[in-house]
Protein backbone atom coordinates (compact mmCIF):
# COMPACT_ATOMS: atom_id res chain seq x y z
CA UNK A 1 0.00 0.00 0.00
CA UNK A 2 1.21 3.84 -0.72
CA UNK A 3 0.00 6.71 0.63
CA UNK A 4 -1.90 9.30 -1.26
CA UNK A 5 -3.45 12.74 -0.75
CA UNK A 6 -6.53 13.89 -1.86
CA UNK A 7 -7.10 17.38 -2.12
CA UNK A 8 -10.93 17.86 -1.64
CA UNK A 9 -13.24 20.77 -2.64
CA UNK A 10 -14.92 22.84 -0.13
CA UNK A 11 -17.93 22.45 -1.18
CA UNK A 12 -21.29 20.53 0.50
CA UNK A 13 -18.39 18.39 2.67
CA UNK A 14 -20.99 16.56 4.24
CA UNK A 15 -21.26 14.55 1.00
CA UNK A 16 -17.13 14.06 0.36
CA UNK A 17 -17.07 10.55 1.99
CA UNK A 18 -20.24 9.48 1.05
CA UNK A 19 -18.97 10.31 -2.52
CA UNK A 20 -15.15 8.84 -2.22
CA UNK A 21 -16.93 5.36 -0.16
CA UNK A 22 -18.98 5.04 -3.38
CA UNK A 23 -16.84 5.75 -6.13
CA UNK A 24 -13.87 3.47 -4.42
CA UNK A 25 -17.21 0.73 -4.34
CA UNK A 26 -17.67 0.69 -7.60
CA UNK A 27 -14.03 0.61 -8.73
CA UNK A 28 -13.37 -2.31 -5.60
CA UNK A 29 -11.32 -0.66 -3.80
CA UNK A 30 -10.51 -1.07 -0.78
CA UNK A 31 -9.56 2.30 1.43
CA UNK A 32 -10.36 3.51 4.43
CA UNK A 33 -11.60 7.61 4.63
CA UNK A 34 -12.77 7.36 8.15
CA UNK A 35 -9.70 10.00 8.85
CA UNK A 36 -12.14 12.14 6.54
CA UNK A 37 -12.94 15.98 8.44
CA UNK A 38 -15.34 18.08 7.34
CA UNK A 39 -13.41 20.67 8.25
CA UNK A 40 -10.29 19.70 6.49
CA UNK A 41 -9.58 19.96 2.58
CA UNK A 42 -6.73 17.61 2.42
CA UNK A 43 -6.82 13.61 3.24
CA UNK A 44 -4.30 10.99 3.60
CA UNK A 45 -5.59 7.11 1.71
CA UNK A 46 -3.58 4.50 1.64
CA UNK A 47 -4.30 2.69 -1.82
CA UNK A 48 -2.70 -0.23 -3.46
CA UNK A 49 -1.28 1.67 -6.52
CA UNK A 50 -1.77 4.51 -8.99
CA UNK A 51 -4.53 2.84 -11.17
CA UNK A 52 -6.47 2.66 -8.09
CA UNK A 53 -5.88 6.42 -6.97
CA UNK A 54 -6.95 7.24 -10.69
CA UNK A 55 -9.93 5.70 -10.56
CA UNK A 56 -11.38 6.93 -7.26
CA UNK A 57 -10.84 10.06 -8.21
CA UNK A 58 -11.73 10.24 -12.00
CA UNK A 59 -15.24 11.27 -12.20
CA UNK A 60 -15.06 12.96 -8.51
CA UNK A 61 -17.30 15.95 -7.78
CA UNK A 62 -16.17 16.84 -4.25
CA UNK A 63 -12.37 16.21 -4.78
CA UNK A 64 -10.23 17.85 -7.03
CA UNK A 65 -7.28 15.89 -7.33
CA UNK A 66 -4.89 13.14 -6.06
CA UNK A 67 -1.17 12.86 -5.23
CA UNK A 68 1.42 10.53 -4.60
CA UNK A 69 2.68 11.67 -1.26
CA UNK A 70 6.37 12.05 -1.23
CA UNK A 71 6.14 14.51 1.99
CA UNK A 72 4.12 16.82 4.45
CA UNK A 73 5.66 18.85 7.03
CA UNK A 74 4.32 22.02 9.32
CA UNK A 75 7.00 24.20 7.85
CA UNK A 76 8.58 24.27 4.69
CA UNK A 77 11.87 23.01 6.16
CA UNK A 78 10.31 19.83 7.73
CA UNK A 79 8.54 19.02 4.41
CA UNK A 80 11.81 19.20 2.86
CA UNK A 81 13.37 17.30 5.50
CA UNK A 82 10.68 14.63 4.98
CA UNK A 83 10.99 14.73 1.12
CA UNK A 84 14.63 14.08 1.51
CA UNK A 85 13.88 10.95 4.04
CA UNK A 86 11.20 9.16 1.18
CA UNK A 87 12.56 9.87 -2.27
CA UNK A 88 14.65 7.01 -2.49
CA UNK A 89 11.50 5.37 -2.97
CA UNK A 90 10.03 7.35 -6.07
CA UNK A 91 12.85 9.12 -7.69
CA UNK A 92 14.34 6.50 -9.63
CA UNK A 93 12.45 6.23 -12.97
CA UNK A 94 12.49 9.58 -13.63
CA UNK A 95 14.90 9.18 -16.51
CA UNK A 96 15.92 11.83 -19.12
CA UNK A 97 13.01 11.93 -21.03
CA UNK A 98 10.53 12.47 -18.61
CA UNK A 99 9.57 16.19 -19.41
CA UNK A 100 8.14 17.60 -15.57
CA UNK A 101 6.97 20.87 -14.43
CA UNK A 102 5.46 21.96 -10.36
CA UNK A 103 2.84 23.47 -9.48
CA UNK A 104 1.35 24.71 -6.04
CA UNK A 105 -2.09 24.91 -4.59
CA UNK A 106 -3.36 25.82 -1.65
CA UNK A 107 -6.14 26.05 0.36
CA UNK A 108 -6.92 29.57 1.71
CA UNK A 109 -3.59 30.44 0.53
CA UNK A 110 -3.19 34.26 -1.26
CA UNK A 111 -1.73 34.46 -4.29
CA UNK A 112 1.71 33.98 -4.60
CA UNK A 113 4.00 36.36 -7.08
CA UNK A 114 6.08 34.20 -9.70
CA UNK A 115 9.52 35.41 -8.38
CA UNK A 116 8.05 33.29 -4.96
CA UNK A 117 6.97 30.35 -6.96
CA UNK A 118 10.16 30.05 -8.40
CA UNK A 119 11.88 30.42 -5.17
CA UNK A 120 9.73 27.61 -4.09
CA UNK A 121 10.29 25.23 -6.84
CA UNK A 122 14.10 25.40 -6.67
CA UNK A 123 14.09 24.18 -3.26
CA UNK A 124 13.85 21.16 -4.73
CA UNK A 125 16.56 21.13 -6.87
CA UNK A 126 18.01 18.38 -4.43
CA UNK A 127 15.41 15.74 -6.53
CA UNK A 128 17.71 16.09 -9.22
CA UNK A 129 15.45 15.71 -11.79
CA UNK A 130 17.02 14.52 -15.48
CA UNK A 131 14.21 15.20 -17.73
CA UNK A 132 13.65 18.76 -19.31
CA UNK A 133 10.74 21.33 -17.95
CA UNK A 134 7.48 21.74 -20.03
CA UNK A 135 4.67 23.77 -18.69
CA UNK A 136 2.15 22.32 -21.64
CA UNK A 137 0.94 18.91 -21.02
CA UNK A 138 4.71 17.62 -19.20
CA UNK A 139 4.82 13.92 -18.29
CA UNK A 140 4.60 14.59 -14.70
CA UNK A 141 3.52 17.28 -12.42
CA UNK A 142 5.06 18.05 -9.11
CA UNK A 143 2.26 19.66 -6.73
CA UNK A 144 3.37 21.21 -3.79
CA UNK A 145 -0.03 21.72 -1.45
CA UNK A 146 -0.33 23.89 1.48
CA UNK A 147 -2.98 24.73 4.15
CA UNK A 148 -3.73 28.27 5.71
CA UNK A 149 -5.80 29.07 8.37
CA UNK A 150 -7.16 32.57 8.44
CA UNK A 151 -6.42 35.30 10.61
CA UNK A 152 -8.78 37.38 12.56
CA UNK A 153 -9.21 39.88 9.51
CA UNK A 154 -10.27 36.93 7.25
CA UNK A 155 -7.21 37.11 5.30
CA UNK A 156 -4.62 34.01 5.30
CA UNK A 157 -2.20 33.86 8.14
CA UNK A 158 1.65 34.56 6.60
CA UNK A 159 2.79 30.54 6.82
CA UNK A 160 0.84 27.50 6.42
CA UNK A 161 -0.30 25.31 9.04
CA UNK A 162 1.07 22.29 6.74
CA UNK A 163 2.52 21.52 3.23
CA UNK A 164 2.77 17.98 1.33
CA UNK A 165 4.35 16.98 -1.86
CA UNK A 166 3.55 14.55 -4.15
CA UNK A 167 3.09 13.52 -8.14
CA UNK A 168 -0.14 14.37 -9.48
CA UNK A 169 -2.26 10.87 -10.53
CA UNK A 170 -4.90 12.41 -11.64
CA UNK A 171 -7.45 15.63 -11.59
CA UNK A 172 -10.98 15.04 -10.99
CA UNK A 173 -13.99 15.44 -13.09
CA UNK A 174 -15.06 18.94 -11.67
CA UNK A 175 -10.96 20.52 -11.93
CA UNK A 176 -11.74 19.94 -15.21
CA UNK A 177 -15.18 21.52 -15.38
CA UNK A 178 -17.73 19.35 -15.37
CA UNK A 179 -19.78 21.48 -12.73
CA UNK A 180 -19.41 24.56 -15.10
CA UNK A 181 -20.33 22.38 -17.92
CA UNK A 182 -23.81 21.44 -16.76
CA UNK A 183 -24.65 24.65 -15.65
CA UNK A 184 -28.52 24.78 -15.51
CA UNK A 185 -28.82 27.83 -17.86
CA UNK A 186 -26.51 26.78 -20.40
CA UNK A 187 -28.52 24.15 -21.18
CA UNK A 188 -30.80 24.36 -24.07
CA UNK A 189 -34.05 23.51 -22.00
CA UNK A 190 -34.41 24.38 -18.41
CA UNK A 191 -37.08 24.80 -15.83
CA UNK A 192 -37.98 26.06 -12.51
CA UNK A 193 -37.51 22.48 -11.18
CA UNK A 194 -34.11 21.98 -13.20
CA UNK A 195 -31.76 20.15 -10.11
CA UNK A 196 -28.66 21.84 -9.10
CA UNK A 197 -25.69 20.65 -11.57
CA UNK A 198 -23.12 20.27 -8.89
CA UNK A 199 -25.78 17.87 -6.79
CA UNK A 200 -27.05 16.13 -10.00
CA UNK A 201 -23.58 14.72 -10.61
CA UNK A 202 -22.65 14.14 -6.90
CA UNK A 203 -26.07 11.86 -7.40
CA UNK A 204 -24.60 10.21 -10.38
CA UNK A 205 -21.72 9.53 -8.67
CA UNK A 206 -23.12 8.18 -5.01
CA UNK A 207 -26.04 6.28 -7.34
CA UNK A 208 -23.30 4.61 -9.04
CA UNK A 209 -24.10 5.12 -12.48
CA UNK A 210 -22.20 2.58 -14.47
CA UNK A 211 -21.45 3.30 -18.23
CA UNK A 212 -23.78 1.07 -20.15
CA UNK A 213 -26.86 0.38 -17.80
CA UNK A 214 -29.90 1.61 -17.47
CA UNK A 215 -30.93 4.52 -15.02
CA UNK A 216 -34.56 5.38 -14.59
CA UNK A 217 -34.96 8.75 -13.38
CA UNK A 218 -39.40 8.37 -12.52
CA UNK A 219 -39.94 11.84 -12.01
CA UNK A 220 -37.94 13.35 -14.60
CA UNK A 221 -38.96 17.07 -15.06
CA UNK A 222 -36.22 18.92 -17.36
CA UNK A 223 -33.82 16.01 -16.67
CA UNK A 224 -31.18 16.92 -14.55
CA UNK A 225 -30.31 13.91 -13.78
CA UNK A 226 -30.66 12.03 -16.58
CA UNK A 227 -28.28 14.55 -18.65
CA UNK A 228 -25.60 14.18 -15.58
CA UNK A 229 -25.81 10.24 -15.76
CA UNK A 230 -25.16 10.44 -19.21
CA UNK A 231 -22.11 12.85 -18.57
CA UNK A 232 -20.77 9.07 -16.26
CA UNK A 233 -21.88 6.71 -19.37
CA UNK A 234 -25.66 5.67 -18.22
CA UNK A 235 -28.01 4.80 -20.98
CA UNK A 236 -30.94 7.17 -19.43
CA UNK A 237 -34.77 6.55 -19.32
CA UNK A 238 -37.65 8.89 -17.35
CA UNK A 239 -41.17 9.46 -17.16
CA UNK A 240 -43.25 12.68 -15.77
CA UNK A 241 -46.91 12.97 -15.36
CA UNK A 242 -46.79 16.63 -17.07
CA UNK A 243 -46.86 16.28 -20.76
CA UNK A 244 -45.96 20.06 -20.80
CA UNK A 245 -42.64 19.45 -18.71
CA UNK A 246 -41.75 16.93 -21.23
CA UNK A 247 -42.97 18.40 -24.41
CA UNK A 248 -40.58 21.43 -23.25
CA UNK A 249 -40.21 24.77 -24.62
CA UNK A 250 -40.51 24.74 -28.45
CA UNK A 251 -38.37 23.48 -31.03
CA UNK A 252 -34.23 22.84 -29.91
CA UNK A 253 -35.19 23.58 -26.40
CA UNK A 254 -36.73 20.05 -25.46
CA UNK A 255 -35.25 17.44 -22.60
CA UNK A 256 -34.08 15.55 -25.44
CA UNK A 257 -31.37 18.67 -26.76
CA UNK A 258 -29.72 19.12 -23.74
CA UNK A 259 -28.37 15.30 -24.80
CA UNK A 260 -27.73 16.81 -28.37
CA UNK A 261 -25.95 19.70 -26.71
CA UNK A 262 -23.64 18.08 -24.46
CA UNK A 263 -22.74 15.34 -27.39
CA UNK A 264 -24.71 12.18 -25.93
CA UNK A 265 -27.70 11.64 -27.87
CA UNK A 266 -27.21 7.69 -28.24
CA UNK A 267 -27.20 7.70 -23.94
CA UNK A 268 -30.85 9.53 -24.39
CA UNK A 269 -33.35 6.53 -24.87
CA UNK A 270 -36.65 8.33 -24.55
CA UNK A 271 -39.05 9.69 -21.82
CA UNK A 272 -42.59 8.41 -21.41
CA UNK A 273 -45.42 10.43 -20.48
CA UNK A 274 -46.63 8.23 -16.92
CA UNK A 275 -48.02 8.21 -13.87
CA UNK A 276 -45.71 6.63 -11.71
CA UNK A 277 -47.87 4.90 -9.60
CA UNK A 278 -49.47 3.18 -12.49
CA UNK A 279 -46.13 1.66 -14.36
CA UNK A 280 -46.04 0.94 -18.00
CA UNK A 281 -43.05 -0.79 -18.04
CA UNK A 282 -42.53 -4.02 -18.90
CA UNK A 283 -42.45 -6.40 -15.55
CA UNK A 284 -39.08 -7.78 -16.09
CA UNK A 285 -37.57 -4.12 -17.19
CA UNK A 286 -34.45 -4.14 -14.76
CA UNK A 287 -32.55 -0.58 -14.27
CA UNK A 288 -29.26 -0.51 -13.02
CA UNK A 289 -29.67 2.66 -10.85
CA UNK A 290 -32.88 4.52 -10.04
CA UNK A 291 -31.75 8.29 -9.03
CA UNK A 292 -34.80 10.98 -8.59
CA UNK A 293 -36.24 14.40 -6.84
CA UNK A 294 -39.53 13.09 -6.41
CA UNK A 295 -42.61 16.01 -6.04
CA UNK A 296 -42.78 17.85 -3.10
CA UNK A 297 -45.85 19.51 -3.53
CA UNK A 298 -44.51 22.97 -3.47
CA UNK A 299 -43.78 24.14 -7.30
CA UNK A 300 -45.32 20.96 -8.72
CA UNK A 301 -48.22 19.00 -6.80
CA UNK A 302 -48.01 15.37 -6.03
CA UNK A 303 -50.33 13.94 -9.12
CA UNK A 304 -51.76 10.55 -9.95
CA UNK A 305 -54.09 9.24 -12.65
CA UNK A 306 -57.23 8.70 -10.74
CA UNK A 307 -60.72 11.34 -10.03
CA UNK A 308 -62.20 11.25 -6.31
CA UNK A 309 -65.26 12.04 -8.30
CA UNK A 310 -67.14 8.72 -9.70
CA UNK A 311 -68.94 10.57 -12.36
CA UNK A 312 -65.40 11.30 -13.69
CA UNK A 313 -62.68 9.27 -16.13
CA UNK A 314 -66.85 7.09 -17.35
CA UNK A 315 -68.16 9.71 -18.87
CA UNK A 316 -70.87 8.73 -21.10
CA UNK A 317 -69.06 10.37 -24.05
CA UNK A 318 -68.57 8.93 -28.21
CA UNK A 319 -65.65 10.35 -29.87
CA UNK A 320 -66.12 8.71 -33.95
CA UNK A 321 -68.01 6.27 -32.42
CA UNK A 322 -65.32 5.18 -29.74
CA UNK A 323 -66.06 6.00 -26.25
CA UNK A 324 -64.01 9.32 -25.38
CA UNK A 325 -62.22 7.40 -22.29
CA UNK A 326 -60.58 4.42 -24.30
CA UNK A 327 -59.27 6.71 -27.14
CA UNK A 328 -55.46 7.14 -27.55
CA UNK A 329 -55.92 10.85 -27.04
CA UNK A 330 -58.17 10.87 -23.87
CA UNK A 331 -56.61 13.10 -21.41
CA UNK A 332 -56.54 11.16 -17.76
CA UNK A 333 -58.13 13.33 -14.49
CA UNK A 334 -55.35 13.76 -11.90
CA UNK A 335 -56.15 13.18 -8.26
CA UNK A 336 -53.79 14.76 -5.62
CA UNK A 337 -51.25 12.25 -3.51
CA UNK A 338 -49.19 12.34 -0.87
CA UNK A 339 -45.55 11.95 -0.78
CA UNK A 340 -45.36 10.12 1.67
CA UNK A 341 -47.49 7.15 -0.42
CA UNK A 342 -45.51 8.11 -3.61
CA UNK A 343 -41.96 6.64 -1.16
CA UNK A 344 -43.66 4.02 -0.53
CA UNK A 345 -44.03 3.23 -4.08
CA UNK A 346 -41.20 4.29 -4.84
CA UNK A 347 -39.15 1.55 -2.48
CA UNK A 348 -41.93 -1.20 -3.66
CA UNK A 349 -41.36 -0.50 -7.65
CA UNK A 350 -37.30 -0.12 -7.05
CA UNK A 351 -37.46 -3.65 -4.70
CA UNK A 352 -38.75 -4.97 -8.44
CA UNK A 353 -36.59 -3.31 -10.93
CA UNK A 354 -32.75 -2.89 -9.19
CA UNK A 355 -30.73 -6.23 -9.00
CA UNK A 356 -29.16 -6.75 -5.72
CA UNK A 357 -26.22 -4.55 -4.78
CA UNK A 358 -28.23 -1.90 -6.96
CA UNK A 359 -28.95 1.45 -5.65
CA UNK A 360 -31.94 3.35 -5.65
CA UNK A 361 -31.08 7.47 -4.73
CA UNK A 362 -33.34 10.21 -4.05
CA UNK A 363 -33.86 13.61 -2.07
CA UNK A 364 -36.52 14.10 0.18
CA UNK A 365 -37.50 17.35 1.42
CA UNK A 366 -38.07 17.16 5.62
CA UNK A 367 -39.12 20.48 7.93
CA UNK A 368 -36.90 21.01 10.59
CA UNK A 369 -39.03 23.44 12.42
CA UNK A 370 -40.22 21.19 15.25
CA UNK A 371 -38.42 18.35 17.41
CA UNK A 372 -40.40 15.40 15.77
CA UNK A 373 -38.04 12.58 15.24
CA UNK A 374 -37.73 12.25 11.25
CA UNK A 375 -38.88 8.92 10.07
CA UNK A 376 -37.39 8.09 6.68
CA UNK A 377 -39.26 5.47 4.45
CA UNK A 378 -37.52 1.88 4.89
CA UNK A 379 -37.94 -1.00 3.04
CA UNK A 380 -37.21 -4.80 4.11
CA UNK A 381 -35.21 -5.46 0.83
CA UNK A 382 -32.67 -2.30 1.22
CA UNK A 383 -30.36 -1.25 3.31
CA UNK A 384 -30.44 2.90 4.07
CA UNK A 385 -26.57 3.28 3.58
CA UNK A 386 -27.00 7.13 3.85
CA UNK A 387 -28.87 9.67 4.89
CA UNK A 388 -27.39 12.82 3.90
CA UNK A 389 -28.48 16.38 5.04
CA UNK A 390 -28.34 19.84 2.79
CA UNK A 391 -29.56 22.32 5.85
CA UNK A 392 -31.53 25.09 4.59
CA UNK A 393 -32.89 27.75 7.04
CA UNK A 394 -36.18 25.99 8.33
CA UNK A 395 -36.15 22.94 6.05
CA UNK A 396 -33.66 20.39 5.19
CA UNK A 397 -33.20 18.33 1.76
CA UNK A 398 -31.95 14.88 2.49
CA UNK A 399 -30.17 12.90 0.07
CA UNK A 400 -31.48 8.73 0.87
CA UNK A 401 -29.17 6.57 -0.81
CA UNK A 402 -30.82 2.60 -0.18
CA UNK A 403 -28.97 -0.38 -1.71
CA UNK A 404 -31.21 -3.52 -2.32
CA UNK A 405 -30.00 -6.70 -0.91
CA UNK A 406 -30.57 -9.98 -1.62
CA UNK A 407 -32.61 -12.89 0.36
CA UNK A 408 -31.49 -13.76 3.62
CA UNK A 409 -31.35 -9.47 4.36
CA UNK A 410 -34.43 -8.78 6.62
CA UNK A 411 -34.25 -5.04 6.76
CA UNK A 412 -36.51 -2.78 8.55
CA UNK A 413 -39.89 -1.68 7.30
CA UNK A 414 -41.09 1.70 7.77
CA UNK A 415 -44.30 2.95 5.53
CA UNK A 416 -45.88 6.26 5.36
CA UNK A 417 -48.53 5.03 8.10
CA UNK A 418 -45.29 4.55 9.97
CA UNK A 419 -44.37 8.20 9.45
CA UNK A 420 -48.01 9.54 9.51
CA UNK A 421 -47.57 13.18 11.21
CA UNK A 422 -43.64 13.25 11.33
CA UNK A 423 -42.68 14.77 7.47
CA UNK A 424 -45.54 17.18 6.16
CA UNK A 425 -43.33 19.08 4.25
CA UNK A 426 -45.97 20.73 2.28
CA UNK A 427 -48.38 21.40 4.17
CA UNK A 428 -45.72 23.39 6.72
CA UNK A 429 -44.01 25.10 4.19
CA UNK A 430 -47.38 27.11 2.54
CA UNK A 431 -47.81 27.42 7.02
CA UNK A 432 -44.17 28.88 6.93
CA UNK A 433 -43.20 26.06 9.42
CA UNK A 434 -44.80 27.62 11.95
CA UNK A 435 -48.27 25.73 12.82
CA UNK A 436 -48.14 22.47 14.00
CA UNK A 437 -49.20 20.36 10.52
CA UNK A 438 -52.12 18.56 10.01
CA UNK A 439 -51.96 15.34 8.07
CA UNK A 440 -53.03 16.00 4.57
CA UNK A 441 -53.62 12.87 2.88
C1 LIG B 1 -39.18 17.89 -8.30
S1 LIG B 1 -39.73 17.62 -9.91
C2 LIG B 1 -38.37 16.81 -10.64
C3 LIG B 1 -37.48 17.79 -11.29
C4 LIG B 1 -36.39 17.20 -12.09
N1 LIG B 1 -35.41 16.56 -11.24
C5 LIG B 1 -35.74 18.27 -12.97
O1 LIG B 1 -34.51 18.30 -13.03
O2 LIG B 1 -36.45 19.07 -13.57
C6 LIG B 1 -40.89 16.34 -9.76
C7 LIG B 1 -41.58 15.95 -11.05
O3 LIG B 1 -42.45 14.86 -10.74
C8 LIG B 1 -43.57 14.94 -11.61
N2 LIG B 1 -44.64 14.13 -11.05
C9 LIG B 1 -45.52 14.44 -10.08
N3 LIG B 1 -46.33 13.39 -9.83
C10 LIG B 1 -45.93 12.38 -10.66
C11 LIG B 1 -46.38 11.05 -10.89
N4 LIG B 1 -47.40 10.51 -10.22
N5 LIG B 1 -45.72 10.30 -11.84
C12 LIG B 1 -44.69 10.83 -12.54
N6 LIG B 1 -44.25 12.09 -12.38
C13 LIG B 1 -44.86 12.86 -11.44
C14 LIG B 1 -43.85 16.43 -11.69
O4 LIG B 1 -44.58 16.72 -12.88
C15 LIG B 1 -42.42 17.01 -11.68
O5 LIG B 1 -41.97 17.26 -13.00
Avoid at 29 to 52: C, G, R, T, W, Y
Wanted: hydrophobic content about 35%; proline content about 3%; some cysteine.
Amino acid sequence: MKDYIIFLAQSHPQFRKAELESLADLYNIKADFSQHNKEHPFLVVQLENDEEAYNLIDRAILSRGIYELWGHGVTIDELHENVQKNMGKYIDKYIEDTTFKFENLTFQGGKKSREEQIKMYERFAYLAFKGKIKMKNPDEVFTILENYSLGKDLFPLEHPNHLWFGRQINISARSRGVVEKYDIKKRPYFGTTSFDAELSLLTGNIGQVKKNELIYDPFVGTGSFLVTAAEFGGITIGSDIEFLTLKGKGPKRRLKDNFDYYKKPLQFTDVLCMDFTNNAFRNNLKFGSIICDPPYGVREGVKVCGTTDDKLGRENIVIDGELAYLRRDYIQPKKTYSLDLLLDDLLEFSSERLDIGSRLCFWMPVANDEDIPTLIPQHKDFELIYELVQDFHKWSRRLLVYVKRGEGFNGVTVKSDDREGTNNFRDRYFHKFSEKSKVVK
